[in-house]
């Protein structure tokens, strides 16, 4: 029997540099990352593919934004910017898987599910921003759009630059989780979770509405694969391993590790909030919920690392 892995792939590893940020760079960026996740379900895997959507919804709210100001047009909410980037991202992942299946003669195709992901309306999330969103800016732009904007939160985020953050509440349920895994049973490639999904609440009489956040793809992926036992979570993000002291002089890379060891390395503080350590965080959970293997490492080292060469390996 095949097995089940969901690939996380991180929205800032689609946006590969601040001068490469237009459409096409990301659908290359996409075709890149596309190649090795083909080369992954050839090794033997069904795939779940869920994406990070950080800059992209941070673009379109933006441009919502100035087109408001500048044109009188509608305000696009944060909800509905979310849900776009789920068709427009999960629209260049399924071409691209597509065509990989295509030139390599798979008899599979790929399929994007829009993903509403529950979310509590009392989590603290809603009170204290903590995902940031959109572009990077310098100390002053950041200081001049503070000035403009005063209820803004602007931080540094892991010493990259400034950037807008919006409230990230943790997801509860994936609603789709059925067809989901009703379309990996049938052998489809499934694009789901996108952005760590859409947020919605449950209301008291059972419909769902949305809420303007955005929800943590990593916690989202961790979340969808304890839901449908999956067996593997990787997080592709920038880097092929997680390191001890990253960016220092006695930085170390992580090959193998267990769960009790990675808890102790966040005890210490080894983990940028709002980079590593959600990723970190989102490995712990699939593991405690019974979860055998997770792994993180970079897109182009995917096959390598499901092969065990590289990446970093967590086991409970
Ligand atoms: N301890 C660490 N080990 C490796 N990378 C780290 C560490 N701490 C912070 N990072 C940074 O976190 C980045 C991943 O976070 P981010 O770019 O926000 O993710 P995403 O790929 O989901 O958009 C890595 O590319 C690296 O620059
Ligand atoms: N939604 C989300 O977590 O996106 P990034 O991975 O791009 O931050």
């Known amino acids: 029997m095949k097995k089940l892995a969901v690939v996380a792939i991180g929205g800032n590893s689609l946006i590969r540099d601040n001068d490469r940020q237009t459409v096409e760079d990301q659908y290359d960026a996409v075709c890149e990352t596309a190649k090795h996740i083909a080369g992954m379900i050839v090794q033997g895997y069904e795939v779940i593919i869920t994406h990070g959507n950080g ?12 087109a408001s100001e500048v044109a009188g047009m509608h305000h696009v909410p944060l909800v509905s910017c979310g849900a776009d980037t789920q068709g427009a991202i999960g629209y260049q992942i399924q071409q691209a898987m597509d065509n990989e299946f295509k030139n390599r003669g798979l008899a599979k195709s790929a399929v994007t599910v829009v993903t509403q992901v529950a979310v509590s309306p009392e989590d603290p999330a809603f009170q204290k921003p903590t995902k940031p969103i959109g572009s990077f800016y310098t100390q002053e732009q950041a200081q001049i759009l503070q000035e403009q904007h005063p209820d803004w939160t602007l931080v540094n985020d892991a010493g990259r630059g400034f950037r807008r953050l919006v409230a990230s509440p943790l997801p509860q349920e994936i609603l789709e989780k059925d067809v989901i895994k009703l379309l990996i049973r049938e052998g489809y490639c499934v694009i789901g979770a996108g952005g760590g999904g859409i947020p919605v609440v449950k209301q008291a009489n059972g419909s769902v509405k949305g809420i303007d956040a955005v929800i943590d793809k990593d916690f989202a992926s961790s979340l969808l694969a304890a839901e449908i036992s999956a067996d593997l979570l990787i997080i592709s993000t920038g880097v092929p391993k997680v390191y001890l002291n990253y960016g220092k002089e006695n930085e170390k890379a992580l090959d193998e590790i267990t769960l009790a060891e990675l808890r102790q390395y966040v005890e210490e503080d ?34 390598e690392a499901v092969a065990g060469r590289t990446g970093t390996h967590v086991y409970p």
Do not use: Y
């Open 55 to 66: 800059p992209q919804v941070g673009f379109i709210l933006r441009r919502s934004e100035i």
């Open 270 to 303: 080894h983990f940028a909030p709002g980079s590593m350590l959600p990723k970190i965080l989102a490995v712990i959970s699939f593991l405690e919920k019974g979860g055998k293997k997770a792994i993180i490492t970079n897109p182009e080292s995917l096959e």
